[in-house]
Every structure is written in C-alpha cells, then in structure tokens.
C-alpha cells in the first residue's frame, strides 16, 4: 500500500488525468481496471475516473510498486541545464527573466539540453521550491516565447494558477510588451500605428506581411515611436497590439525599414551592420494592465518592469555613439 496527499497544483484536475501524469509508464487500461477494483481509494472510499481532486485529498494505492520504482528512478533532464538565469523580478509566483539572444526557451528536437524553461526548473529545484514528485501535475512554465535571437523578459510561473491567470491575461492582452529595435533609415513619421494581414509559410519559418485580407491571413497591428536617428539607423521603441511570429520583423521590413542584424527579413549583407550577430530587437518592457480581476496576481497590477538598456548592447551602443556626436 502506498499513500499520496494531493497539493494545490494537483488540485482542481479529474482523477484519470492526475494518475496519467504521475505514472506515465502505467498503461490506461491497467488505471482503469485498477479503480474499478477498489485498487486506488479517496480518503479511504470508492472514486470514479471523473472524481475531482482538492488539494489535502489522499490517494491510498494497492497497486504493483513497479510503477512507483519508476518514477522515483527517473532523472531530470533540466538538471543537465545550468541554472544560470538574469532575474528582473522575483516573488513567490513568478520570475521575470531576461533572456540574452541565442539561447532556446524551449528544447528543440536537435538541442535539448539548454533551455529557459530548464534553466528554471533547476533553479527552482535547488531552491527547494520546485519537487518533480511532489508536484506530478505542474512544473514550472512559460508563459511568454521569444525567439532564439531575439532577447528580453521571459515570464515564468511558478504554480498552475499563476499560470492559468497569465495565460489568460496573455491572451486577453492585458499584459503589455514594448519593444527596443534598430531600424534601417527612419520611418516616414516619427510614430504611428501599422496595421496589415500575415501568412506564414511553415516549411520555411518565414511570414509574409500583405495589406489587404486574404484567405487564412490573420490582422496585425503594430504600434511604433522613433527614439533617435543617427542618420543611417533609428532606435525605435515598438508595441505589440496583436502578437504574431516575426510580426515587427516582418511589418517594419515591408515598409523598407528592416531590422539591423536580421538577415531572413532584411536585404542581404547590407542588413547586418559589424557588430550585430542577431536582429536588434530586444523585448524590454512589460506592464502589467488587468482590466478584470486576477486572483491571487492582483498585487501585479499597474506595475512596470523592464530590462535596463545599458545592458542590450545594440540600444547602448546607439545611444553611446549619439551622445558622441551631440
């Protein structure tokens, strides 16, 4: 016999689904047949598949121990990741991390080992405050992607409801992202909102900005303010009112202002300045803005938070060079 006590991230999920995650190489139709024969037992009474669990429950099991042994025998990947993370903010909820260009935020199929995701959980595992077996249902997540070469804050969530409130909130866009970037030559105007239509070809990872509708098109809107020109390059800071792939990338390279260093979306050589092993662009400012409530993250509301631009290097080395010129 072996006893498991529900905790709050297992809480709120049906029996069946919490069993499938924590023992994954226990076949369904071995868990099935194990609660129809009593075998797993509720606060000591009978439960069903759909029964749903509250966190303090306790689980009795009568079942072989070869499915414990397993589980208890598993490495953890995301301790080959080191946990070497830049923190902009931290609290018993969340982390906002400041990703540097060039690394994964999620394993790919050809580099698995490092990752912002890994580097979390191993943070948070030698914290104490992350326990793959204690918590079978939840591990720490991401809430936000940016591309490998792009950088910027990274939102975390430490428990399942930060994470169902963030995502939602994600979704809703009350959570605002604002962006630093070099542009080739200036905009016409100094600011302005850009709307248009984006399709993505997948083979190709590439999207394609049009300015009218068409079918499987999805609407884009882009709001920007130049910060300062240099005479070849302008530092724009930019908002993203739809969150689309590659969308400021691809929106500011159709009006004939791409990225410096981005060389899928910018013309040849004469995108990639010396020094810029990336695209300039760099997501550095989030706010917080809930319209309707948030839970237990309503203590984040209104607040700002952003990545200092002395430490991006193609925003300081802009600003470093204006200021030489004034």
Same mark, same amino acid.
Do not use: W
């Given at each position: 016999m072996r006893q498991?006590?529900?905790n709050k991230?297992?809480?709120g999920?049906?029996?069946?689904?919490?069993?499938?995650?924590?023992?994954?190489?226990?076949?369904?139709s071995?868990?099935?047949?194990y609660i129809?024969?009593k075998?797993?037992?509720?606060?000591?009474?009978?439960c069903?598949?759909s029964?749903?669990l509250?966190?303090?429950?306790?689980l009795?099991?009568y079942i072989r121990?070869?499915?414990?042994?397993?589980e208890?025998q598993?490495?953890?990947?995301?301790?080959?990741a080191?946990?070497?993370?830049?923190?902009v903010?931290e609290d018993e909820?969340l982390?906002?991390?400041?990703?540097?260009?060039?690394?994964?935020v999620?394993?790919d199929?050809?580099?698995?080992?490092?990752?912002i995701?890994s580097r979390?959980r191993h943070y948070?595992?030698?914290?104490?405050?992350?326990?793959?077996?204690?918590d079978?249902?939840?591990?720490?997540?991401?809430v936000n992607r940016i591309d490998?070469?792009?950088g910027g804050?990274?939102?975390?969530a430490?428990?399942a409801?930060?994470?169902?409130?963030?995502n939602?909130k994600?979704k809703?866009?009350e959570?605002e +992202? $604002?962006?630093?970037?070099?542009?080739? =030559? %200036?905009?016409?105007?100094?600011?302005?909102? /850009?709307?248009?239509?984006? !399709?993505?070809?997948?083979?190709?990872n590439?999207?394609?900005?049009?300015?009218a509708?068409?079918e499987g098109?999805k609407?884009?809107?882009? +709001? $920007?303010k130049?910060l300062?020109?240099? =005479? %070849?390059?302008s530092?724009?800071?930019?908002? /993203?009112?739809?969150?689309? !792939?590659h969308q400021i990338r691809a929106h500011?390279?159709s009006l004939?202002h791409p990225l410096?260093?981005?060389?899928?979306?910018?013309?040849?050589k004469?995108?990639?300045p010396d020094g810029y092993?990336?695209?300039a662009?760099?997501?550095?400012k /989030?706010?917080?803005?809930?319209?309707?409530?948030?839970?237990?993250?309503?203590y984040l509301n209104h607040?700002?938070f952003?990545?200092d631009?002395?430490k991006?290097?193609?925003?300081?080395?802009?600003?470093?060079?204006?200021?030489n010129?004034g």
């Amino acid at each position: 016999m072996r006893q498991l006590v529900i905790n709050k991230n297992d809480s709120g999920q049906r029996l069946d689904k919490f069993l499938q995650k924590r023992f994954k190489t226990m076949p369904k139709s071995m868990m099935y047949m194990y609660i129809r024969k009593k075998c797993v037992k509720l606060n000591g009474k009978k439960c069903d598949i759909s029964t749903m669990l509250s966190e303090g429950d306790v689980l009795t099991f009568y079942i072989r121990d070869e499915f414990f042994e397993a589980e208890e025998q598993k490495s953890y990947e995301f301790m080959k990741a080191p946990k070497k993370l830049d923190i902009v903010y931290e609290d018993e909820n969340l982390l906002l991390l400041d990703k540097k260009p060039g690394l994964l935020v999620h394993p790919d199929k050809s580099y698995h080992f490092d990752s912002i995701v890994s580097r979390v959980r191993h943070y948070l595992y030698d914290k104490g405050e992350y326990d793959p077996e204690a918590d079978k249902a939840f591990a720490p997540a991401l809430v936000n992607r940016i591309d490998r070469n792009t950088g910027g804050i990274v939102i975390a969530a430490k428990n399942a409801e930060s994470l169902r409130i963030l995502n939602s909130k994600m979704k809703t866009r009350e959570l605002e +992202k $604002y962006y630093l970037c070099l542009l080739h =030559g %200036k905009p016409k105007h100094e600011s302005g909102t /850009l709307t248009g239509y984006i !399709t993505k070809n997948e083979s190709k990872n590439k999207v394609t900005v049009l300015k009218a509708c068409t079918e499987g098109a999805k609407e884009i809107k882009t +709001k $920007y303010k130049i910060l300062g020109f240099d =005479g %070849k390059l302008s530092l724009a800071e930019v908002e /993203l009112l739809t969150g689309r !792939t590659h969308q400021i990338r691809a929106h500011m390279a159709s009006l004939g202002h791409p990225l410096a260093g981005d060389s899928k979306y910018g013309r040849g050589k004469n995108t990639t300045p010396d020094g810029y092993k990336y695209q300039a662009l760099y997501s550095y400012k /989030l706010v917080f803005n809930f319209v309707s409530d948030a839970g237990l993250l309503n203590y984040l509301n209104h607040r700002e938070f952003s990545v200092d631009i002395g430490k991006i290097p193609f925003a300081a080395s802009f600003i470093k060079a204006s200021s030489n010129q004034g």
